[in-house]
């Protein structure tokens, strides 16, 4: 038919190393759902991988890139100021965490990612950056290498970036473990870690996703979040949380790290939901620490778009004005309330977890035995495309495959979750009923 053309047309010009989790082609888009080429409307739980978090294409967002774009679309930053940009840093100090009141911008998280390593680093001189098994942080060859969320991130192109250190993350359910068990063990392996491989005085930065995001959607228990604050205070490591996926709202708190009472990170790197989907991303920290990165050590051509600004202004009036933050958490506590009622009839669900609306579901073969859980990547796989028939779109993710996870808009209304919950339940029977 006319779609299957389309597809392959697109296919056999576009990049095979682009993998497609779905064969929709949109033809247009609003708030959940997508309107595919095909006639066919899907509730859209995948939004462009958490960007659109006022829902696609919202009226109030559309209309600020418009009028942007009549004034001026590209003012280079390092050449001219412009207003968007302006606006944009003050809406973002109503936001940000007391004290975290200075801004650089980029395009995407990568490059947010990569100007807060650059500024780590010339603060303290130090070489070394911990991350945190399962972390995903971004595709650049600097990104990819603190990426340890899979080998497809990376796999085939070393070497990568040098001084790059893992310590393990505190996955209770993998390790059979209660939460503070599993926070108590991967406290004390990082010590081991500065203890055996990197002393703390070669360390610049620990990096951390408040909510593992591609790499298995797991909150990051927040007495580990803590323990890296404390850790970090007595070795003066910069702690850098990565907010690209789980701030802006998804969690149910405005950041991610909220969930950790009086955590104060040093800096604070965002992207994704910032701007509805036009590319735009920002790291945060004290001016103090901002000015260790001397002017014109970051930059670039793109960074700051001045549409993009606009629609980032927009965004988060209408995440305020419209309560978004607390819809996230109240539909994010129906979404997991449903998905765990779920699990209790399915014994291949071996777990359900999340924060707001970032919600997980790991896949196990439920007859193996072993230490670890095993892994059921084929029926994540399976179930995520049989998603598709029920006309819902999701995705997977997870080291190991097996983990499909729902990321709906910040609008999504208490009817569209439902209505997800049971598409993605008859989805679930067609490939494990
Ligand atoms: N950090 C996190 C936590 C992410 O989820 C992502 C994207 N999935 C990135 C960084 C990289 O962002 P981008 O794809 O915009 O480069």
């Not at 412009?82 to 809406?91: I, K, N, R, S």
């Amino acid at each position: 038919d006319d779609n299957t053309t389309e597809i392959h047309r697109a296919r056999a010009t576009l990049s095979p190393a682009l993998k497609q989790a779905t064969p929709v082609v949109v033809d247009h888009a609003t708030g959940s759902w997508i309107h595919g080429t095909d006639g066919r409307s899907y509730l859209d739980f995948t939004t462009g991988i958490g960007v659109t978090s006022t829902g696609h294409c919202h009226p109030r967002v559309v209309a600020a890139a418009q009028e942007q774009c009549g004034k001026i679309i590209h003012a280079q930053y390092t050449t001219v100021m412009h207003q968007p940009l302006l606006e944009l840093t003050d809406a973002l100090g109503e936001v940000l965490p007391d004290g975290i009141d200075s801004v650089f911008y980029a395009n995407s998280g990568s490059e947010a990612v990569e100007a807060s390593i650059r500024l780590a680093r010339m603060a303290t001189g130090r070489p070394n950056i911990v991350v945190f098994q399962g972390g995903f942080h971004g595709r650049t060859v600097a990104a990819a290498s603190l990426t340890t969320a899979g080998t497809r991130f990376s796999a085939g192109f070393s070497p990568l970036m040098s001084g790059v250190h893992m310590a393990p993350f505190p996955y209770a359910y993998r390790y059979g473990m209660d939460t503070d068990t599993a926070v108590d063990f991967a406290l004390r392996e990082l010590d081991y870690l500065f203890a055996s491989r990197v002393a703390p005085n070669d360390t610049a930065a620990m990096l951390i996703e408040p909510v593992l995001g591609d790499g298995g959607y797991l909150p990051t228990p927040p007495a580990f979040l803590a323990g890296l604050r404390e850790r970090a205070d007595r070795h003066g490591i910069v702690l850098i949380v990565d907010e690209v996926q789980s701030g802006v709202g998804r969690t149910g708190k405005f950041w991610g790290h909220e969930f950790c009472d009086g955590l104060v990170p040093d800096i604070l790197i965002t992207a994704k939901g910032i701007a509805s989907g036009f590319p735009i991303s920002a790291i945060a920290a004290p001016t103090e620490l901002m000015a260790k990165a001397w002017p014109g050590s970051q930059g670039g051509t793109y960074g700051g778009n001045a549409v993009a600004a606009a629609a980032g202004v927009a965004t988060l009036a209408v995440i305020a004005e419209e309560n978004l933050v607390d819809n996230a958490r109240e539909r994010g506590d129906q979404l997991l309330a449903g998905l765990a009622t779920l699990a209790e009839r399915v014994p291949a669900i071996g777990d359900v977890r999340g924060q707001g609306l970032m919600a997980g579901i790991e896949f196990i073969d439920p007859d193996a035995s072993g230490s670890v859980p095993t892994a059921n990547a084929a029926a994540a796989a399976k179930v995520q495309q049989a998603c598709i028939d029920q006309d819902l779109l999701t995705l997977t993710c997870g080291p190991l495959g097996n983990v499909v996870r729902l990321i709906p808009a910040l609008v999504v209304t208490a009817d569209e979750i439902d209505s997800g919950l049971a598409r993605f339940g008859a989805a679930v029977d067609a490939v494990l009923g």
